[in-house]
């Protein structure tokens, strides 16, 4: 697991990335605790079992769009830039790979047909206008 912290100020992590090849059996958490958007990753081997639970709720408080990508097929190209708009770090996202952005901007490019990939993202999203800005 890589862990990218902006050059502008290195107390802000700008996003976790893992490869399919590092999940293991264990449970492996991208996330710090202190984000909003939670993630985490495991290799199931049949009969494993998580026990009936609902989350409570609380109340809780954010300014920040946080996102992770899921690629399941194909392979994507992400750039992701830093708290200044500079390009800080790029990576080749392929099947089974994620990637959590918790701050800075970023880009994606597909680099075969047919790839398939989930977003995932804090909410609720007020659309295009109020939440994007190009850089």
């Not at 710090?32 to 009936?52: H, I």
Request: with cysteine.
């Amino acid at each position: 697991m890589k862990r990218i912290y902006s050059n502008i100020d290195p107390s802000k992590l700008i996003l976790t990335e893992i490869r399919r090849a590092e999940l293991s059996e264990y449970r492996v958490d991208l996330s710090p605790d202190e984000e909003f958007l939670q993630v985490s990753g495991r290799k199931l081997n049949k009969d494993v079992r998580a026990p009936a639970h609902r989350h409570l709720p609380i109340d809780r408080s954010t300014d920040i769009t946080q996102e992770a990508w899921i690629v399941l097929s194909g392979r994507i190209k992400g750039v992701f830039y830093d708290l200044n708009n500079e390009v800080l770090y790029e990576t080749i996202l392929k099947c089974g790979d994620c990637v959590v952005l918790y701050r800075g901007g970023h880009s994606l490019e597909t680099l075969e047909e047919d790839t398939l990939f989930y977003e995932i993202k804090t909410g609720p999203y007020f659309g295009l206008e109020a939440d994007k800005e190009s850089i």
